[in-house]
């Protein structure tokens, strides 16, 4: 959810239950207000009656018609019973309106209970005793009260008038400040992910805003990829340095080996030569990776071949078999897990090729027996999984997680040359291609190395 939409929600939300809960508590306590100020109406009219009835010692019916007189148009809807100390009745008003708790209420009523109160629908009905000139008391008054209930009705009107008001007023404010307040981060937000981060040139991020915060974090978002574009940028440049450096002095050393190799010598002195050659010339690979890479993290597409996979493993174990003759790699397929389709993958051939070789190299450096197995399967993701195994001193647990880490190597690698870049190049150059490399150890002196290519 968008910030000026959650500032719009949550604002308007809040004010709107608040003002709703605010106006409800107002019609609660009026409505409450009222049926008190009109119990003690009632109330009043019961004494009024009982002070008339004792000065009025006529017959009863003229008694109720006198009263009746006397109170006309107090209430428009309304029945008033009275009742001496016995609780036997000395008045009822000439109304038709019929009291169905009355019998209950008398019964309750007593010296002790003085007052009882309740509701018949939307009639307010009252029971008291009461006392006057020694003499007890009893009476029940049920009444409707118009006036009262036509103020609530006309309050309930006007209440939900302000709150459909305030509301309204509500929204378009919390509209207004979302707007106002989310405004910079919106363009904040636009403005990184128009970010180019492949130019050459650093463009700083700019926005217009009063926020303290924004432009602190605009500041500092500044920084940040100023410094990381040096580092970037002398990061390529060291590589190509390096890089550039080194391959002239490398192809001449490489030319003279070569020439060396053809001159009449000693057997030692040939073999020796060939594995100079073999080393300089996986010095160069390195170099030319390297290359290969940097061109890549600095913004160039790479190209990619859609290739059968299991080609290029035979093509560099045929390489490898012509320096190392006594070295055996048995290819295996799953035939119930792959197919033809499975092997074909989109990638680089060069940068593959060469990770291919790390990992083939290494089998031959680190394997014990002279032969390693490569296998061809699915994963359960239904990923193309090859796993390279060979037998030999496993790496150790805590060794595991620097085993792709830059110039780290292994106890099992003492006494045996390189640079400490091979697995590193090879996860990297896997990456590059939408593959994955992990390592494993499954049994005692068995290595595994899995690499998964996805095949959507």
Not at 184 to 191: F, G, K, Q, S, V
Not at 297 to 315: P, T
Not at 409 to 434: A, D, H, P, Y
């Amino acid at each position: 959810m968008k910030i000026r939409d959650k500032i719009l929600i949550y604002f308007s939300t809040t004010v709107i239950a608040l003002t709703a809960i605010s106006l409800t508590i107002i019609y609660i306590l009026f409505s409450e207000y009222r049926e008190e100020e009109f119990q003690q109406k009632q109330n009043e009219k019961i004494h009024t009656t009982i002070k008339l009835i004792e000065k009025i010692k006529q017959e009863s019916a003229k008694i109720s018609y006198l009263i009746d007189q006397q109170n006309i148009n107090d209430f428009y809807d309304e029945k008033l019973l009275i009742f001496d100390s016995d609780k036997n009745q000395i008045f009822a008003s000439l109304d038709s309106l019929e009291i169905v708790e009355a019998e209950n209420i008398l019964k309750k009523l007593s010296p002790t209970n003085r007052w009882i109160e309740t509701k018949e629908g939307d009639y307010d009905l009252i029971g008291i005793y009461t006392e006057r000139n020694n003499q007890g008391y009893y009476a029940i008054s049920k009444a409707y009260d118009a006036f009262g209930f036509n103020k609530m009705f006309f309050l309930r009107n006007v209440l939900i008038g302000i709150f459909l008001f305030i509301s309204i007023v509500v929204i378009l404010i919390s509209r207004f400040l979302s707007n106002k307040i989310s405004k910079p981060i919106t363009a904040l937000a636009d403005n990184l992910s128009k970010y180019d981060l492949s130019k050459n040139k650093v463009e700083k991020l700019t926005i217009e805003t009063s926020s303290f915060e924004l432009n602190q974090l605009t500041e500092r978002f500044n920084e940040l990829i100023k410094r990381t574009k040096e580092a970037f940028i002398f990061q390529k440049h060291i590589i190509h340095h390096i890089s550039h450096q080194l391959k002239t002095p490398i192809s001449v050393l490489l030319s003279e080996l070569e020439r060396i190799k053809n001159l009449p010598a000693s057997n030692q002195i040939t073999s020796e030569i060939e594995n100079l050659i073999v080393k300089t010339k996986s010095l160069g690979n390195i170099i030319n990776i390297l290359l290969e890479i940097s061109k890549i993290e600095s913004g160039q597409k790479i190209e990619k071949k859609s290739l059968r996979i299991d080609e290029l493993f035979f093509d560099v174990i045929e390489e490898l078999n012509a320096i190392y003759p006594d070295f055996h790699f048995e290819v295996n397929y799953t035939s119930n897990e792959i197919n033809e389709s499975k092997l074909i993958v989109s990638l680089n051939p060069v940068l593959t090729r060469q990770a291919i070789q790390n990992l083939l190299a290494n089998c031959i450096s680190y394997s014990n027996n002279s032969k390693a197995e490569i296998r061809f399967g699915s994963s359960k993701d239904n990923n193309l999984k090859i796993q390279i195994i060979n037998t030999g001193n496993p790496i150790s647990p805590e060794e595991k997680k620097f085993l792709f880490n830059h110039f780290f190597r292994g106890k099992n690698s003492e006494g045996k040359v390189g640079f400490g870049l091979g697995l590193v190049l090879t996860k990297k150059i896997l990456e590059i291609n939408s593959a994955s490399i992990t390592y494993s150890n499954p049994f005692p002196n068995i290595n595994v190395f899995e690499i998964n290519f996805p095949l959507s």
